[in-house]
């Protein structure tokens, strides 16, 4: 039987799309999958602190065991699609040009060869039986799949336990997602939020809005202003909201597993941490991902490129130097 082996990439919700994917495509060619989680800046927590035991004993492998099993490194995989006849290994790994642009090749190989292994670097979602670019029915069809897989998929107890105790505390609600961090220069302007928000509270007919941002700044805007409004906004705190501590994860999947509870979402359409979310909750067409904006991203640059310029001084240690030290 062919065992596919992916070594997810990124954070979080990439990880969680690369397995989606890897289990989706094991399934529709008969395979079995396995997860070689290895720890990276943005994901720097072991999956025993993320996902429940039962699914780590029977889809997680560690680093050793690929190399002995399979003699599989990631940092030794080849880029792109490349087929090993003679050993019945097939390796994908999209990097720049994306895991789904090399699934019609992948489709080719499998049409006449039927490998041992196929391994498989990746950091997002890709579908085996999808184009290049997949179209709108492709698109749909995946995203079912990946909602069934996401409907099995379980954290551990402590982090199902703390949502569901705050979901249930409220009664429907819509998930408003707030990504800044990494995505800064893809964010919408702040005025196109309020009125897609307000469309979609009125179709879900509730006023009740769960905010999660990695911004805790943009995060309490929001329940200021949605309170000023007649809303109905609640939050959690988790204890750090950047990507490199480990603290967050926990905070982190806990606000993705109540978006995943949500009547519907607006959300960044950069983020797919929000966009995976929104498939999991089953409300992905009643919710409203914001594209951002090319003139908010000529202001964030403008900004950044001031600020830099404003504080070149003191971070060269020119304020306050004799002239001597300059």
Same mark, same amino acid.
């Given at each position: 039987?062919?065992?596919?082996?992916?070594? !997810?990439?990124?954070?979080?919700?990439?990880?969680?799309? @690369?397995?989606?994917?890897?289990?989706?495509?094991?399934?529709?060619?008969?395979?079995?999958?396995?997860?070689?989680?290895?720890?990276?800046?943005?994901?720097?927590? +072991? !999956?025993?602190?993320?996902?429940? +035991?039962?699914?780590?004993? #029977?889809?997680?492998?560690?680093? #050793?065991?690929?190399?002995?099993?399979?003699? /599989?490194?990631? &940092?030794?995989?080849?880029?792109?699609?490349?087929? #090993?006849?003679?050993?019945?290994?097939?390796?994908?790994?999209?990097?720049?040009?994306?895991?789904?642009?090399?699934?019609?090749?992948?489709?080719?190989?499998?049409?006449?060869?039927?490998? *041992?292994?196929?391994?498989?670097?990746?950091?997002?979602?890709?579908? /085996?039986?999808?184009?290049?670019?997949?179209?709108?029915?492709?698109?749909?069809?995946?995203?079912?799949?990946?909602?069934?897989? $996401?409907?099995?998929?379980?954290?551990?107890?402590?982090?199902? *336990?703390?949502? &569901?105790?705050?979901?249930?505390?409220?009664?429907?609600?819509?998930?408003?997602? /707030?990504?800044?961090?990494?995505?800064?220069?893809?964010?919408?302007?702040?005025?196109?939020? %309020? !009125? +897609?928000?307000?469309?979609?509270?009125?179709?879900?007919?509730?006023?009740?809005?769960?905010?999660?941002?990695?911004?805790?700044?943009?995060? *309490?805007?929001?329940?200021?202003?949605?309170? #000023?409004?007649?809303?109905?906004? %609640?939050?959690?705190?988790?204890?750090?909201?950047?990507?490199?501590?480990?603290?967050?994860?926990?905070?982190?999947?806990?606000?993705?597993?109540?978006?995943?509870?949500?009547? @519907?979402?607006? $959300?960044?359409?950069?983020?797919?941490?929000?966009?995976?979310?929104?498939?999991?909750?089953?409300?992905?067409?009643?919710?409203?991902?914001?594209?951002? +904006?090319?003139?908010?991203? /000529? =202001?964030?640059?403008?900004?950044? $490129?001031?600020? @830099?310029?404003?504080? $070149?001084?003191?971070?060269?240690? =020119? %304020?306050?130097?004799? &002239?001597?030290?300059?």
């Amino acid at each position: 039987m062919t065992e596919v082996v992916v070594f !997810p990439q990124s954070g979080y919700a990439n990880r969680m799309q @690369a397995m989606a994917s890897a289990a989706i495509l094991a399934d529709s060619i008969g395979a079995v999958w396995h997860v070689c989680w290895e720890l990276q800046p943005v994901a720097p927590v +072991s !999956p025993l602190e993320i996902f429940e +035991s039962s699914l780590i004993a #029977d889809h997680f492998i560690s680093s #050793d065991e690929a190399r002995a099993r399979w003699g /599989l490194s990631k &940092a030794e995989l080849p880029l792109y699609l490349t087929h #090993d006849h003679v050993k019945r290994r097939t390796i994908v790994a999209g990097h720049d040009r994306g895991e789904q642009s090399l699934m019609p090749g992948l489709r080719q190989i499998l049409q006449t060869e039927k490998p *041992d292994t196929i391994a498989m670097v990746a950091g997002g979602k890709f579908d /085996l039986h999808g184009d290049s670019v997949l179209t709108g029915p492709q698109a749909s069809s995946f995203r079912r799949n990946r909602q069934a897989f $996401y409907e099995e998929l379980r954290f551990t107890s402590s982090i199902e *336990d703390s949502a &569901a105790r705050a979901a249930t505390q409220h009664g429907p609600f819509v998930g408003l997602h /707030l990504r800044y961090s990494d995505r800064s220069l893809e964010a919408p302007w702040r005025h196109r939020i %309020w !009125p +897609s928000l307000r469309g979609v509270l009125e179709l879900a007919d509730t006023e009740a809005v769960f905010i999660a941002s990695d911004s805790a700044r943009e995060r *309490d805007r929001w329940v200021t202003r949605l309170n #000023d409004r007649g809303m109905s906004p %609640w939050t959690i705190h988790p204890e750090s909201v950047d990507r490199s501590n480990p603290l967050s994860a926990a905070g982190a999947l806990v606000d993705w597993r109540i978006l995943t509870r949500s009547s @519907a979402m607006v $959300y960044f359409s950069a983020s797919s941490f929000a966009e995976e979310a929104a498939v999991a909750s089953g409300a992905f067409d009643r919710s409203i991902g914001l594209a951002g +904006s090319p003139s908010r991203a /000529l =202001w964030v640059r403008g900004r950044e $490129y001031a600020t @830099a310029a404003a504080t $070149y001084p003191t971070r060269h240690g =020119w %304020w306050g130097a004799t &002239a001597t030290e300059r």
